[in-house]
DNA sequence: GCAATAGGGGAATAAATTATCCCATAGCAA
DNA sequence: TTGCTATGGGATAATTTATTCCCCTATTGC
């Protein structure tokens, strides 16, 4: 695993969520999940963007978080599901609140990005 | 300027949002400013483990998002402030959001991820 | 003449994160 | 025997992001 070599710094609620959060696809995992995409294969179809691979990687990560269950099933071809957790939950609104605001500002936000890129 | 390789995809509202809130100080900068804290100098004073550097970097890309205005006086030495713009005062109850979930789960947060670092 | 002031930024490098490639499991069907 | 299935993961490369270091402005005050 990899070791990190600035450490962290956890003051405040800011930085502390951020550390469960920040990881490219973390958020629409959590939020595809909750929506009752649970299986790999349909994350994987719903963010066709990221790879197999990192997807694995930050569903672990949310697991080790206590954000997410995972359920596997001992059958082949292997068969996971992977559930929010009560906590995981709580942060449903958190997400929803970013998402509204993107939404609610979309125009301006997508001319704004694509101007400096 | 740096030129991106890896397209961006903004598809929905939360990658929007993303595309201004990512980097890792910004959320705070729109905080602290919003507290009145609008000089380069008290903010870094405020956020002493980012870099001088950083700090230019990413006010500099608040500013190209109109989330922030930049208010040189021409005098010597220099006097800079920074104010979040309409818009970016939009943002402030996003971020209080984010902030208050992770207050609320402080002490559960602080030992799971100092678990697995 | 020289330091202090408050701020800005280039270049090189380090660190962190994500992507790519390729192999593995275990049973069933053609 | 080969290929399909759904999933997992090691190794390494590429990309993105942040840090470090050092130099610059123009005035005031010693």
Chains 1, 2 share one sequence.
Not at 55 to 81: A, M
Request: contains cysteine; hydrophobic residues 40%.
């Amino acid at each position: 695993m990899y070791e990190r070599k600035i450490p962290l710094n956890l003051n405040c609620g800011l930085d502390l969520i951020g550390e469960v959060l920040y990881g490219k696809w973390k958020i629409r995992l959590l939020w595809f999940i909750n929506e009752g995409y649970q299986r790999p294969s349909e994350l994987q179809r719903k963010i066709p963007d990221a790879s197999r691979r990192v997807l694995n990687i930050q569903l672990k990560e949310l697991e080790g978080h206590d954000l997410v269950t995972k359920k596997i099933y001992p059958v082949v071809p292997p068969k996971v599901e992977y559930a929010l957790t009560d906590f995981g939950k709580t942060l449903i609104p958190v997400i929803s609140v970013l998402g509204k605001w993107g939404d609610e500002n979309e125009e301006r936000l997508r001319s704004l990005i694509l101007k400096d890129s």
